[in-house]
């Protein structure tokens, strides 16, 4: 089975900063710390109110950071300029709703493939890995590659929220999806919602070859440390896959 990268979502740190306006906690000095944690990237989401990560945090990750970034940006001309100028080693292009506490759903590829096309295209020439978030569904991921993206990162919330036998019809969603992913030749990521108690289904999943983990890992950043924290999920992750 292929190797199963851990990127570490950063985004709340960022949150706890803002509560109070200075510069503690500071989100890089959490990116400097995953590797050593047993991460293998870094991602932050760039949201256009800039709720959490700044533009400023995104110009350090990128130049501060020797682990590879992951940028989560809506497709608007703003976050391809941004994009442009700061090379990302890959950038997930999510759906973003401003009322949204989070990314809800995945992206709508079919309804705004000619927009997207242009623009997975945009960020390929400049040297960026593209990835689309979608949720587990056939057409999405036809619809990924007809736009010429490269890797889909699977939307887990639906699993994640689901209980006993909803939860379990949502994993077989996902690997259909991901075998789906295979016949395409799409690279296959997922996230979104995981934890400690749901990782291990989606992290043996075989053609899945990165998970993007936050929120939790955040929060129980707060009770046992940062480091150990990424520690045990990626031992979750290693375990489930058999490693
Ligand atoms: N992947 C994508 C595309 C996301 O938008 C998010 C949330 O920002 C995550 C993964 C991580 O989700 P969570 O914070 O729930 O682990």
């Known amino acids: 089975m292929s190797a199963l990268r851990l990127g570490v979502n950063?985004?709340?740190v960022a949150t706890l900063r803002n509560a109070r306006g200075g510069s503690?906690?500071?989100p890089v000095r959490a990116a400097l710390l995953v590797r050593e944690a047993g991460g293998q990237g870094i991602t932050a989401h760039?949201?256009?109110d800039r709720r959490?990560?700044?533009d400023r945090d995104v110009e350090r990750l990128a130049s501060e950071c020797d682990l590879p970034l992951n940028l989560e940006i809506a497709a608007t001309d703003?976050?391809?300029e941004i994009a442009r100028r700061i090379r990302p080693h890959a950038c997930c292009i999510v759906p973003e709703r401003r009322e949204e506490r989070t990314t809800e759903s995945g992206l709508d590829v079919v309804g705004g493939?000619?927009?997207l096309r242009p623009f997975v295209a945009a960020l390929t020439q400049c040297g960026v890995r593209v990835s689309l978030f979608v949720d587990p569904e056939p057409r999405q991921l036809e619809a990924a590659k007809r736009v010429g993206a490269p890797v889909v990162e699977l939307h887990t919330g639906s699993y994640c929220e689901a209980e006993g036998e909803a939860r379990a019809a949502?994993?077989?969603r996902l690997v259909r999806a991901a075998a789906l992913c295979r016949e395409l030749g799409l690279e296959c990521h997922a996230g979104h919602g995981l934890g400690y108690a749901n990782v291990a289904p989606v992290a043996a999943i075989p053609e899945i070859v990165e998970l993007n983990i936050g929120h939790y890992l955040i929060g129980e950043a707060v009770f046992v440390g940062f480091v150990e924290a990424v520690r045990t999920m990626r031992r979750l992750m290693d375990e489930a896959r058999g490693a």
Request: charged share 45%.
């Open 170 to 172: 949502e994993l077989e």
């Open 10 to 12: 950063i985004d709340h």
């Open 24 to 26: 503690h906690p500071d």
């Open 78 to 80: 703003e976050m391809l």
């Open 46 to 48: 760039l949201r256009e």
């Open 52 to 54: 959490h990560i700044t």
């Open 113 to 115: 493939e000619a927009r």
